[in-house]
């Protein structure tokens, strides 16, 4: 049985970092645990920011023309012509694409907010679904630099709260758009939503395209990765693996 959730708003939340965050993978804690919204008095129509960009990354004006220096060095060694009216600002726009497609070093999940559950203590609650997929997805292998890119689906069966959908969307965004690999966000994922929601069980499944083997090495054409991930009753109950997997098909 497939449930419907409801889209949500995350309310506002002291920023996660004060002092200028490098480009990593580092966050300073949260001191408390994600706000439960749809309560009265929480204040959701006070929102001033969102939870995607908290921790915005500062380059000083120095740094970067010293990195486009560096990169029009390297372009102009690999064989680029430098200064054509073509290539005279392929250093900026290069690293200002490697900028925008790394922006989820900027968001913090620990500030999504999350509905009482919608179950009511029927006694379907422990073997419905919620599923939101295909979530298309881009990502920078970390150990090339190169795109891999695919769909994610996402599942889980709530226990006491629910998580808007298009914040499900938004998690798969938030740790794709980093130098990543494939298993770490599969992962990522999933330890997420088990701490955001504390449900009965997670699922999570991406199909992805590796440009890191399709460009260089094996040079491999056709192939693409899959991997999957189970948390809670998705462990041990096969028949609830199948039926996450009947929904993905049905949508892919």
Same mark, same amino acid.
């Given at each position: 049985?497939?449930?419907?959730?409801?889209?949500?708003?995350?309310?506002?939340?002291?920023?996660?970092?004060?002092?200028?965050?490098?480009?990593?993978?580092?966050?300073?804690?949260?001191?408390?645990?994600? #706000?439960?919204?749809?309560?009265?008095?929480?204040?959701?129509?006070?929102?001033?920011?969102?939870?995607?960009?908290?921790? #915005?990354?500062?380059?000083?004006?120095?740094?970067?023309?010293?990195?486009?220096?560096?990169?029009?060095? =390297?372009?102009?060694?690999?064989? =680029?012509?430098?200064?054509?009216?073509?290539?005279?600002?392929?250093?900026?726009?290069?690293?200002?694409?490697?900028?925008?497609?790394?922006?989820?070093?900027?968001?913090?999940?620990?500030?999504?907010?999350?509905?009482?559950?919608?179950?009511?203590?029927?006694?379907?609650?422990?073997?419905?679904?919620?599923?939101?997929?295909?979530?298309?997805?881009?990502?920078?292998?970390?150990?090339?630099?190169?795109?891999?890119?695919?769909?994610?689906?996402?599942?889980?069966?709530?226990?006491?709260?629910?998580?808007?959908?298009?914040?499900?969307?938004?998690?798969?965004?938030?740790?794709?758009?980093?130098?990543?690999?494939?298993?770490?966000?599969?992962?990522?994922?999933?330890?997420?939503?088990?701490?955001?929601?504390?449900?009965?069980?997670?699922?999570?499944?991406?199909?992805?395209?590796?440009?890191?083997?399709?460009?260089?090495?094996?040079?491999?054409?056709?192939?693409?990765?899959?991997?999957?991930?189970?948390?809670?009753?998705?462990?041990?109950?096969?028949?609830?693996?199948?039926?996450?997997?009947?929904?993905?098909?049905?949508?892919?």
């Amino acid at each position: 049985m497939l449930s419907v959730a409801s889209a949500v708003t995350a309310r506002p939340a002291d920023r996660c970092c004060e002092e200028v965050m490098q480009v990593s993978d580092q966050r300073q804690p949260v001191a408390t645990p994600p #706000p439960v919204a749809g309560l009265a008095g929480d204040g959701l129509e006070d929102l001033t920011e969102e939870w995607e960009a908290v921790c #915005p990354r500062r380059i000083a004006p120095e740094q970067w023309q010293r990195f486009e220096g560096y990169m029009k060095e =390297i372009f102009t060694a690999m064989g =680029i012509p430098a200064g054509s009216p073509s290539t005279v600002d392929t250093p900026r726009r290069f690293l200002r694409a490697i900028f925008d497609a790394t922006s989820g070093y900027e968001g913090d999940e620990k500030l999504v907010t999350a509905f009482p559950t919608e179950c009511r203590g029927g006694p379907d609650c422990r073997i419905s679904q919620v599923v939101e997929g295909p979530i298309p997805f881009f990502s920078l292998c970390e150990h090339h630099s190169l795109p891999f890119f695919g769909k994610a689906y996402v599942g889980y069966i709530a226990h006491e709260h629910i998580l808007g959908l298009s914040k499900l969307t938004r998690l798969v965004r938030l740790y794709a758009r980093r130098f990543s690999v494939q298993e770490r966000i599969g992962q990522q994922l999933a330890d997420a939503l088990e701490r955001i929601l504390a449900p009965h069980g997670v699922a999570v499944h991406l199909e992805a395209v590796h440009l890191c083997t399709q460009m260089r090495g094996v040079r491999e054409i056709e192939s693409s990765s899959r991997t999957s991930y189970w948390r809670g009753n998705y462990d041990g109950d096969a028949q609830l693996r199948a039926e996450f997997f009947g929904l993905c098909s049905h949508w892919g």
